[in-house]
């Protein structure tokens, strides 16, 4: 295999390497956001049951 291929880029390869940095971009977006979603879910579901044991008289366990 020819690895001076590798050294060099040309024009004909710039829009390739800009499309992957902005799939790069958009793929690191997207798990940032599910990641927030997440721990707002979480956070939601953790609340829910908060209100529930309290509402039947029972303590929440220790963390």
């Known amino acids: 295999m ?3 291929l590798l050294t060099s880029v040309s024009w004909n390869e710039l829009p390739i390497l800009v499309f992957a940095a902005l799939l790069g971009l958009v793929f690191a ?8 979603d997440y721990l707002e879910l979480m956070g ?19 963390a």
């Open 2 to 4: 020819d690895f001076n």
């Open 44 to 62: 939601i579901l953790a609340s829910e049951y908060h209100d529930l044991l309290r509402g039947t008289g029972r303590q929440p366990p220790a």
């Open 29 to 36: 977006l997207v798990i940032r956001q599910n990641q927030k």
